[in-house]
């Protein structure tokens, strides 16, 4: 009995580790879409995904992920995906640290994490 609790133990942290390790990977491949894309267009989506935040532009077949952060003095401390929309523009030239998004008469400027390859 106790060896069974064991391997299912082990298989488990096993799996959390290798699951981890999936979602990092995962998380660096989004970033480095991102980062490369030169993005200025209409947002025809916004939703949270991965933990950030994944938009797609009017006429583009590709969906980017991004962590925004939000700050008082860029964005008076609007959290992105509270205040984005489809209709709203959004620019951002490849290799940019920032991302200005349009609404309405609001231009909010958003720095994102950085995921760097270890």
């Given at each position: 009995m106790i060896l069974e609790i064991a391997s299912v133990l082990t298989l488990l942290v096993a799996l959390a580790f290798f699951d981890a390790r999936r979602a990092k990977n995962r998380g660096r491949e989004h970033f480095a879409r991102f980062d490369e894309a030169t993005l200025n267009g209409e947002l025809a989506a916004v939703r949270v995904a991965s933990k950030?935040?994944?938009?797609?532009?009017?006429?583009?077949?590709?969906?980017?992920?991004?962590?925004?952060?939000?700050?008082?003095?860029?964005n008076h401390g609007a959290v992105f995906w509270h205040i984005a929309k489809p209709g709203d523009s959004l620019v951002k030239p490849a290799y940019s640290d920032t991302v200005?998004?349009?609404?309405?008469?609001?231009?909010?400027?958003?720095l994102f994490s950085r995921i760097v390859a270890q």
């Open positions: 950030g935040v994944q938009i797609q532009l009017v006429g583009d077949t590709a969906s980017y992920v991004f962590y925004p952060r939000t700050d008082e003095y860029m200005l998004l349009i609404s309405g008469e609001q231009h909010l400027r958003y």
